[in-house]
Nanobody, 124 residues
Framework: QVQLVESGGGLVQAGGSPRLSCAAS????????MGWFRQTPGKEREFVAA????????YYADSVKGRFTISRDNAKNTVYMQMNSLKPADTAVYYC?????????????????WGQGTQVTVSS
């Protein structure tokens, strides 16, 4: 089992560049594929990015491609998401998630473990 704790959210001006972090407990972090999702009130959870166990395979939602960068440091049991050129439409609660299969997925239902989420609010 793994526990995930996100950090790095907050109030950001449009165009800002915060970095979200997700720290994982346990000694097998390198065996989990990781994903970032986001959700706003009244909307379904949305895939943002995913990264394979080694970081060799990365996927992004079209809405963030070219602006967000997902990465991981297996030595630190942490996955990151660098967010650039933020827009008000990026306002959401951002969640990191983990799954044990080594194949990445963009579907939230494929992830077993979830963090508590961190709010990102982008002001115009």
């Amino acid at each position: 089992q793994v526990q995930l704790v996100e950090s790095g959210g907050g109030l950001v001006q449009a165009g800002g560049s915060p970095r979200l972090s997700c720290a994982a407990s346990g000694r097998t972090f390198s065996s989990y594929t990781m994903g970032w999702f986001r959700q706003t009130p009244g909307k379904e959870r949305e895939f943002v990015a995913a990264i394979s166990t080694s970081g060799g395979a990365i996927y992004y939602a079209d809405s963030v491609k070219g602006r967000f960068t997902i990465s991981r440091d297996n030595a630190k049991n942490t996955v990151y998401m660098q967010m650039n050129s933020l827009k008000p439409a990026d306002t959401a609660v951002y969640y990191c998630a983990a799954r044990t299969p080594r194949v990445s997925s963009i579907r939230g239902v494929d992830y077993t473990y979830w963090g508590q989420g961190t709010q990102v609010t982008v002001s115009s």
